[in-house]
């Protein structure tokens, strides 16, 4: 994780846990109720869940059209700058890697088709299974980026 012991204790988990779609999720990811410029992105690596520590940009930062980098769902309004501080020292001396993601988080369930993007449709010949293979992908470069120690 990129945060302290101290952090992790102390972040707030969503109210809806049970109520999630398991089956349809490759990722955890919620935003903050209490704090909502902030999120959290929980994934497993081989054998072992690891989590970020998100952050966006403060509410009323203007939003436009813009492609998920994880999902590659293009979102009016809807895609946001997430960074993450960098894991160890990198991270301690102000690090951080960020890319632009769907803003709630449901990266997995659009490209499932459980939830409509509100931006243009970009027709893809790509199956489900072939989205969910890249966004798993693309999940586990960002999160390599952010725990890789430099």
Do not use: I
């Amino acid at each position: 994780m990129n945060c302290s012991k101290g952090e992790a204790q102390r972040l707030n988990l969503p109210a809806d846990l049970a109520e999630r779609p398991w089956a349809d999720l490759d990722f955890l990811g919620w935003r903050d109720p209490q704090a909502p410029a902030r999120g959290y992105l929980v994934t497993e690596q081989g054998d072992r869940l690891v989590g970020l520590v998100l952050r966006a940009p403060q509410a009323g930062v203007a939003r436009r059209s813009s492609m998920c980098s994880l999902c590659l769902t293009v979102r009016s309004a809807g895609v946001s700058l997430m960074v993450a501080p960098r894991a160890g020292k990198a991270g301690q001396r102000g690090h951080s890697s960020g890319t632009y993601m769907c803003a709630d988080l449901a990266c997995s369930l659009y490209v499932r088709g459980r939830l409509s993007a509100s931006g243009p449709v970009v027709y893809e010949t790509l199956t489900v299974e072939e989205k969910v293979q890249r966004l798993t992908a693309n999940v586990d470069t960002f999160v390599a980026r952010v725990l890789r120690s430099a």
